[in-house]
């Protein structure tokens, strides 16, 4: 089993819709959990980061840490065509580089169509 | 100004040859890695060096060797090319942001294919 688990889609929205992406994991150890976005022939970028549970809002982004069922989440409000991208969940034992390092789901494929 | 940058962008090159990749980040910081992107877009972590410094070395073949001559930079080299290690490596750099987990910044990748 990987650590990271994330459904590579396809996702095929309409403008406007509200988007739920999601990775599960198997490592308790993890406390830091990122959503990177990739566009098409470029590298991930950081949208988004939590720390242990909890919530996290960033504009039309919400992200969301359930640690006890080692599972988290990305909600995409209003959902746009320039949203279109790959999204890869990765997580982290450790804050630091040095420590660590980041374990990323296989990203999820989401077009937005208008 | 690219933070960090990737050359070649693109490699086609023919089974058994050796090729390099280069990488080079300006934003000072201390840590860079080489991550291999497959065909399913499954990102996984190669190396990574600290201060020039070694700190991560998955299981990959020997074949795969990175240098660091310095903090800025990060270059793959690639013996002896297989048809599996047709993908697309991306360089990335990180370092301290505050509180917040040490971001990675991603250069836009290398396209190798072997024929």
């Known amino acids: 089993q990987k650590e990271v688990e994330q459904d590579p889609g396809p996702l095929s929205v309409p403008e406007g819709a509200i988007v739920s992406l999601n990775c599960t994991y198997s490592?308790?150890?993890?406390?830091?959990f990122m959503w990177y976005r990739q566009y098409s022939r470029k590298g991930p970028e950081l949208l988004m980061y939590?720390?242990?549970?909890g919530n996290k809002e960033d504009g039309r982004f919400t992200a969301q840490v359930d640690k006890s069922s080692k599972y988290i989440s990305l909600f995409i409000r209003d959902s746009q065509p320039s949203d279109s991208a790959t999204y890869l969940c990765a997580m982290s034992a450790n804050r630091g580089s040095t420590l660590g390092r980041l374990y990323f789901g296989r990203g999820t494929q989401l077009t937005v169509w208008p | 100004d690219t933070a960090v940058s990737q050359t070649p962008k693109y490699l086609v090159t023919q089974m058994g040859n050796d090729k390099s990749i280069k990488c080079e980040q300006n934003?000072?910081?201390?840590?860079m890695y080489w991550y291999k992107q497959d065909s399913k877009k499954f990102l996984k972590i190669m190396f990574s060096y600290n201060n020039k410094e070694l700190i991560i070395n998955e299981t990959v073949p020997n074949r795969f060797s990175p240098k660091s001559p310095d903090k800025a930079h990060l270059n793959l080299h690639i013996n002896s090319l297989e048809l599996g290690d047709s993908a697309v490596y991306f360089c990335?750099?990180?370092?301290?942001?505050?509180?917040?987990?040490?971001?990675?910044?991603f250069g836009p990748g290398t396209r190798l294919t072997v024929l």
């Open positions: 490592n308790s150890a993890f406390q830091y």
């Open positions: 990335a750099s990180s370092g301290r942001s505050g509180g917040a987990p040490d971001t990675q910044y």
């Open positions: 934003l000072g910081h201390d840590t």
């Open positions: 939590t720390y242990s549970s």
